[in-house]
């Protein structure tokens, strides 16, 4: 009896182990640059209309000279590219962002100063707090999360949570520069800009939209917080302007998290999630402003706000709704209904209910916080997981509103469900399909989703060992229905450390070709395709 329990106790620690998946590897500084690897393909065949490439930005150091940061989105900026030939050949190339925390890192041997969401180990001092909280854009550029383009594809603009962004030229990924928004010279000289969002809502226009929020530094006025948001309208020859859309103004003791918002073809929409940021009392601000996990609290007992500006007018609509969380968007547009009034709709993930895990101290992002990914049992237990796909019905007309819970098809229901992604050519249309990254945080498999909104099903590609970044859609030219066309990501095999590309049907997620990526790929957040022929 006692060998057999003993023997029953190591299966069930051996399968523990074996699903955990080590993700050691997707977590470990990758610095190196490499230039048009040609990879190898191990099965499959690509859409010979396939010819462009996928850029992903993410963390591609963690530490430095004895210095070290513990959480994803704090690592310093690494961009990653995939060229497509059309030939079915594929290239890998990625490069580290020179920006200037990465340029002082390097210079000073040891890893710069800068506001982080986790910890960084050693701490900064309270020197380096100040000059941190106080210091220009130009020295707040560490630009790890997203891949965009302003000018129609001419050059690749990697972002943060601020308007200092980073270029670089597609295909050589040769570094062109910082761009700091053209939001901030609209600006007046008693405003002082602490954010912006990573994504840009896209406008069937072609323009971009994106917000800065801002703090008035006039002492009569200090007490009030807007979110400033601007049109990015490029030329053919790429030259951007940039227009005032409206503002959003908030008390200071009320500023929301806002990672991503949706654009319709009359307005833009806004959700003020319930997660909240104040540094503090005067003496922990300091703190507050460069430790920014420490200044973030989910607002159990205040409204959800979403908020619907005008384009063509600023003219705002509120709305204010039950507590919930998110960050991500699915889609967003606007429809009649059969009264002939207005409704904006916006599909978003979030969890089922607020409970008692949005009620502890953890923050949003310790989902990203190293050691937490690695120990998935203790991850499961303090992370929402129990994830609903939500529409958020608002009437313009009458400022009402109506939620609706999209069933949960998907197995197994303990996951989190995030990082959507759409056929971009229905960005702001009413639509049926959206792919997700199917994280389940008990065993750290991290699997493709796609979920059909019209008929409230879904489907999902897994294989042991293989976890799936962020999914990227790419349209077939000639499509002739909203799925026709591909998904792609970097997958990591925990088994062995190694990194694929992976091509999959849209329709029915069936793998249409793999490659051996030959190098490892750290962790990426988010992605973006340059299509050759709209470029």
């Given at each position: 009896m006692i060998n057999n329990f003993l023997f029953g106790t190591l299966v069930l620690i051996s399968w523990k182990l074996a699903a955990s998946g080590d993700l050691t590897g997707l977590l470990t500084s990758a610095p190196e640059p490499h230039n048009n690897l040609d990879l190898k393909k191990t099965t499959g065949n690509m859409p010979r209309w396939l010819k462009g490439a996928l850029y992903r930005a993410g963390p591609g150091m963690f530490e430095h000279g004895g210095r070290s940061v513990n959480n994803v989105v704090d690592g310093l900026a690494k961009v990653h590219g995939w060229r497509f030939e059309g030939d079915g050949s594929v290239k890998y190339s990625s490069v580290m962002v020179p920006s200037y925390i990465y340029n002082k890192t390097m210079e000073d041997k040891y890893l710069a100063p800068n506001a982080v969401i986790g910890d960084m180990i050693p701490d900064l001092t309270m020197v380096e707090e100040m000059e941190v909280a106080f210091s220009g854009f130009d020295k707040r550029d560490n630009a790890n999360i997203a891949i965009w383009s302003l000018d129609a594809g001419k050059s690749i603009v990697v972002t943060a949570e601020s308007p200092m962004m980073q270029e670089m030229s597609p295909k050589s990924l040769k570094y062109k520069g910082p761009n700091l928004s053209g939001a901030v010279d609209k600006l007046g000289a008693t405003q002082k800009v602490l954010f912006s969002a990573t994504h840009y809502a896209k406008h069937e226009s072609g323009s971009s939209i994106n917000y800065v929020l801002t703090m008035n530094l006039l002492p009569w006025e200090m007490s009030e917080a807007s979110y400033e948001f601007f049109e990015y309208m490029p030329n053919s020859e790429g030259e951007v302007s940039t227009r005032w859309i409206g503002r959003i103004s908030r008390s200071m003791t009320d500023i929301r998290m806002l990672h991503m918002f949706g654009a319709t073809k009359n307005f833009v929409v806004v959700p003020l999630w319930n997660y909240q940021f104040f540094p503090g009392s005067i003496t922990s601000f300091l703190h507050g402003l460069t430790h920014l996990c420490e200044s973030m609290k989910f607002t159990y007992d205040e409204p959800l706000f979403f908020y619907v500006l005008s384009l063509r007018t600023g003219k705002q609509y509120k709305f204010e709704l039950p507590?919930?969380?998110?960050?991500?968007?699915?889609?967003?547009?606007?429809?009649?209904?059969?009264?002939?009034?207005?409704?904006?709709?916006?599909?978003?993930?979030?969890?089922?209910?607020?409970?008692?895990?949005?009620?502890?101290?953890?923050?949003?992002?310790?989902?990203?916080?190293?050691?937490?990914?690695?120990?998935?049992?203790?991850?499961?237990?303090?992370?929402?997981?129990?994830?609903?796909?939500?529409?958020?019905?608002?009437?313009?007309?009458?400022?009402?509103?109506?939620?609706?819970?999209?069933?949960?098809?998907?197995?197994?229901?303990?996951?989190?469900?995030?990082?959507?992604?759409?056929?971009?050519?229905?960005?702001?249309?009413?639509?049926?399909?959206?792919?997700?990254?199917?994280?389940?945080?008990?065993?750290?498999?991290?699997?493709?989703?796609?979920?059909?909104?019209?008929?409230?099903?879904?489907?999902?590609?897994?294989?042991?060992?293989?976890?799936?970044?962020?999914?990227?859609?790419?349209?077939?030219?000639?499509?002739?229905?909203?799925?026709?066309?591909v998904v792609m990501a970097s997958v990591y095999d925990s088994s062995d450390g190694t990194t694929e590309l992976i091509v999959w049907d849209a329709k029915d997620l069936k793998i249409l070709a793999r490659f051996d990526n030959m190098v490892k790929v750290p962790i990426t957040i988010h992605g973006w395709w340059f299509d050759d022929q709209k470029i």
């Open positions: 507590p919930a969380r998110g960050g991500h968007v699915m889609n967003t547009f606007e429809r009649i209904n059969s009264k002939g009034e207005i409704e904006v709709v916006m599909d978003v993930p979030t969890t089922t209910d607020v409970y008692e895990k949005d009620l502890t101290k953890n923050c949003l992002f310790d989902l990203f916080k190293i050691p937490y990914i690695k120990d998935p049992e203790y991850l499961y237990k303090i992370i929402p997981w129990n994830t609903t796909l939500r529409r958020y019905v608002l009437n313009v007309n009458t400022t009402k509103y109506r939620v609706e819970d999209l069933p949960r098809s998907w197995e197994p229901l303990d996951a989190l469900i995030d990082f959507p992604f759409i056929n971009p050519d229905y960005w702001g249309r009413d639509y049926c399909y959206c792919y997700f990254q199917q994280w389940q945080l008990r065993t750290n498999n991290m699997n493709l989703m796609k979920y059909d909104v019209c008929k409230k099903t879904s489907i999902s590609w897994e294989e042991e060992n293989k976890h799936v970044s962020e999914p990227v859609f790419v349209a077939n030219p000639k499509s002739s229905s909203e799925d026709d066309g």
